[in-house]
């Protein structure tokens, strides 16, 4: 799918991005999820669940169809092989084994320790394939199959410990979200703590301001009373000194 590289391109320290990149426009992402949201309305599915092909772009101007049958991917191999790195590979990924003339020098499955010692004999048979190679060159094959041994079982090592190191990645992952979760309990509760202290604060101000309204209403209403008892007592000297008069 890739153009070829022209024959006159200058070198560089690092090579130039392939020529389609150019396609991967805002434009061009639009048009896809349009087509996208048009696939799945058909198919009474959700946008994000529908994978397009060649195919769907068949209806499309050639320009159009030209621009985002990149941003299409193309459909897995028919026979279940594809090459790589000038190899020919199969898609359904074979277990991880070690050639049959490779002693396997690690128990399945891998621990971590065995890791550090396969590592650590690494080191010190270069160091002892260095050492042949500055004293006695000849005798170096057989110290080049221990290398080359030890690094094959430690790349199978490594290969056959990735599901258990995916294990642990999302078990602390989960213990991570847990955790994270106890501390927003905690802090809700604590601050509930501090609400109900700052509620209860206000209903004890709120009910000794009552009080304190209830006792000025209890003084006001007591002077109110002395005062109309002194009015009515002055009427009555005033009727009596009359009635006297009037005698």
């Known amino acids: 799918?890739?153009?070829?590289?022209?024959?006159?391109?200058i070198s560089a320290a690092f090579p130039a991005p392939p020529p389609?990149?150019?396609y991967f426009t805002e434009q061009n992402l639009e048009r896809v999820q349009e087509l996208q949201s048009s696939q799945a309305g058909s198919s009474q599915e959700k946008t994000e669940n529908v994978k397009l092909c060649q195919e769907d772009l068949a209806d499309l101007p050639s320009d159009m169809r030209n621009?985002?049958?990149?941003l299409v991917p193309p459909a897995p191999p028919a026979d279940g092989k594809y090459w790589s790195f000038g190899g020919?590979?199969?898609i359904a990924a074979p277990e991880p084994s070690l050639p049959?003339?490779?002693?396997?020098?690690?128990?399945?499955?891998?621990?971590?320790?065995?890791?550090?010692?396969?590592?650590?004999?690494?080191?010190?048979n270069f160091l002892e394939f260095v050492h042949i190679l500055a004293t006695n060159p000849?005798?170096?094959?057989?110290?080049?199959?221990?290398?080359?041994?030890?690094?094959?079982?430690?790349?199978?090592?490594?290969?056959?410990?990735?599901?258990?190191?995916?294990?642990?990645?999302?078990?602390k992952m989960l213990e991570d979200q847990i955790q994270r979760s106890k501390d927003e309990i905690h802090g809700v509760q604590e601050m509930k703590i501090k609400v109900d202290g700052v509620l209860k604060s206000i209903a004890d101000d709120v009910e000794k301001d009552g009080l304190s309204k209830e006792d000025n209403r209890?003084?006001?209403?007591?002077?109110?009373?002395?005062y109309a008892a002194?009015?009515?007592?002055?009427e009555r000297r005033v009727w009596v000194e009359l009635e006297m008069e009037l005698d």
Request: hydrophobic residues 35%.
């Open 1 to 9: 799918m890739a153009d070829q590289p022209q024959s006159g391109a």
């Open 20 to 22: 389609f990149y150019k």
């Open 67 to 70: 621009e985002l049958r990149y």
């Open 88 to 90: 020919e590979r199969s």
């Open 100 to 124: 049959l003339e490779t002693e396997k020098l690690y128990t399945s499955p891998p621990m971590p320790t065995a890791l550090l010692r396969l590592t650590r004999s690494i080191l010190l």
């Open 138 to 171: 000849a005798d170096y094959p057989a110290k080049w199959e221990d290398l080359r041994d030890l690094f094959r079982n430690a790349h199978h090592a490594v290969n056959e410990y990735r599901p258990y190191q995916a294990r642990e990645a999302l078990i």
């Open 218 to 226: 209890i003084s006001e209403k007591s002077e109110e009373e002395r």
């Open 230 to 234: 002194m009015q009515v007592e002055e």
